[in-house]
């Protein structure tokens, strides 16, 4: 249930204590991949675990409007790219969860779509649940899945779920482009540290990873894939001993 499609009362007449909350970052990925596609991405994760989680319960989860910024300074030198401090973030998802709570919605899942999102995310779902009156944890959705895809940025992974859930939005006529000109690492390693902190540092158009590997077909394995997974996690924070 996306709780921005909803009347109140059909809100008010569920029967759990579950909520998700989809989150990712309006930032670059490459000449080929829209601005939105950590967004497009969590929130096509998490209407599809939510789903696949109703189909074996029975029971339907409200699902919040996905959290459009991020942290996504890394990719402040491309047009376009939006990013909030860590502290906003974090403050923003707290609260988002505390009204969640609110209204009797208090264990949540957030499901992320962002890299640049996970520290911060498992540093507050950490201080909601020792502080507040709710229990969280963060869902990456490209860490729940097993995939011979590489992840990369705006690569094989993304790609690929895109071109199932929003094909519209894939620039096909610049995708040989993004492979020309992608990298295929993230970052520049030395003794185990990465000496870039932008992505303009070692990326021309923003991409890591070859995009031309990531067809529709497996886009349509990684979202069921990650599907099951928040499935299976939802159905362990429905019944975690929450005492101390």
């Known amino acids: ?3 921005s499609e909803v009347a109140w009362p059909e809100v008010r007449d569920l029967d759990t204590d579950l909520a998700v909350v989809p989150v990712g970052s309006t930032e670059q990925h490459g000449p080929h991949a829209p601005l939105g596609t950590d967004m497009l991405t969590a929130e096509g994760v998490a209407t ?4 696949a989680y109703k189909n074996e319960t029975g029971v339907d989860i409200p699902i919040t409007p996905t959290i459009p910024v ?3 300074e890394e990719h402040a030198a491309f047009d376009g790219t939006l ?3 860590p502290d906003t973030f974090r403050d923003y998802v707290r609260e988002t969860v505390a009204s969640l709570a609110h209204h009797g919605f208090d264990r949540v899942v957030i499901v992320n779509g ?3 999102n996970t520290d911060a995310l498992r540093e507050v779902t950490g201080e909601i649940s020792r502080h507040d009156d709710a229990y969280a944890v963060a869902f990456t959705w490209f860490d729940s899945v097993d995939s011979e895809l590489s992840m990369g940025h ?4 993304e790609t690929a779920v895109l071109r199932h859930i929003r094909p519209d939005l894939i620039n096909e006529d610049e ?3 993004a492979s020309e000109g992608a990298s295929d690492h993230w970052g520049e390693w030395v003794a185990g540290v990465n000496l870039a902190h932008d992505s303009v540092e070692f990326t021309e158009n923003g991409v890591v990873g070859d995009p031309t590997e990531g067809t ?3 886009g349509e394995a990684l979202i069921d894939d990650a599907a099951d997974a928040l499935c299976d996690l939802l159905g362990a924070v429905a019944v975690r001993d929450r005492s101390p």
Not at 154 to 157: A, F, I, Q
């Open 175 to 177: 995708i040989d482009t």
């Open 70 to 72: 991020g942290i996504a």
């Open 154 to 157: 705006g690569g094989p992974r």
């Open 83 to 85: 990013w909030v401090s």
């Open 114 to 116: 962002h890299g640049g």
């Open 48 to 51: 599809a675990g939510v789903e």
């Open 1 to 3: 249930m996306h709780l």
């Open 216 to 218: 529709a077909e497996l």
